[in-house]
T-cell receptor, first 113, second 113 residues
Framework: ETGVTQSPTHLIKTRGQQVTLRCSSQ?????VSWYQQALGQGPQFIFQ???????GRGNFPPRFSGLQFPNYSSELNVNALELDDSALYLC????????????FGPGTRLTVL | KQEVTQIPAALSVPEGENLVLNCSFT??????LQWFRQDPGKGLTSLLL?????REQTSGRLNASLDKSSGRSTLYIAASQPGDSATYLC????????????FGTGTRLQVTL
């Protein structure tokens, strides 16, 4: 157990809908990153938040957006869902110390029909 | 652009064998390298973290080495057990973006009785 939780566990949506995924941070971890993992692939970096500000973004369109709250929990929002958005979405938290490891949550499985 | 490759994509070994998983990366200016374990449909568990200044890290039956100049890392698993069956992912971070991990596609390991 990493102390990082995500909700919901599974989610089914249809094309064009919007979805919000949630991540709770381990105590003391003020940096959160979100990753998308398609079936059979390695995770792809979406973006990172530090102290409620976006602090780095991967090659994902603006319809992927996020929030980080004062308690360091986080949300990933995806608008105008596409079939290719079907994936496992992982969040990872860490301290600001660059040498620290990241702790991943169990993920949310999103299926877009 | 950093690219991470893992060979082999899949591996099946009998219980008790020692084995080596390989990871290579194209840009040697990494900050650190991590090995993760992923069980089917689950999140990632960090196994070992090697800073760019280090050559290897050990944890129990696991040993990871890093040769930054040649862009290679290996994960050695001694005396494999059926419980080691999982997908193993390596990931690198770059200087200045230490929280952004670039992953390989993983090696799927099966340890048979």
């Amino acid at each position: 157990e990493t102390g990082v939780t995500q909700s919901p566990t599974h989610l089914i949506k249809t094309r064009g809908q919007q979805v919000t995924l949630r991540c709770s941070s381990q105590s003391g971890h003020n940096t959160v990153s979100w990753y998308q993992q398609a079936l059979g692939q390695g995770p792809q970096f979406i973006f990172q938040y530090y102290r409620e500000e976006e602090n780095g973004r991967g090659n994902f369109p603006p319809r992927f957006s996020g929030l980080q709250f004062p308690n360091y929990s986080s949300e990933l929002n995806v608008n105008a869902l596409e079939l290719d958005d079907s994936a496992l979405y992982l969040c990872a938290t860490k301290t600001r110390d660059a040498t620290d490891t990241q702790y991943f949550g169990p993920g949310t499985r999103l299926t877009v029909l | 652009k950093q690219e991470v490759t893992q060979i082999p994509a899949a591996l099946s070994v009998p219980e008790g064998e020692n084995l080596v998983l390989n990871c290579s990366f194209t840009d040697s200016a990494i900050y650190n390298l991590q090995w993760f374990r992923q069980d089917p449909g689950k999140g990632l568990t960090s196994l070992l973290l090697i800073q760019s200044s280090q050559r290897e890290q050990t944890s129990g039956r696991l040993n990871a080495s890093l040769d930054k100049s040649s862009g290679r890392s290996t994960l050695y698993i001694a005396a494999s057990q059926p419980g080691d069956s999982a997908t193993y992912l390596c990931a690198v971070s770059m200087a200045g973006t230490a929280s952004k991990l670039t992953f390989g596609t993983g090696t799927r390991l099966q340890v048979t009785l």
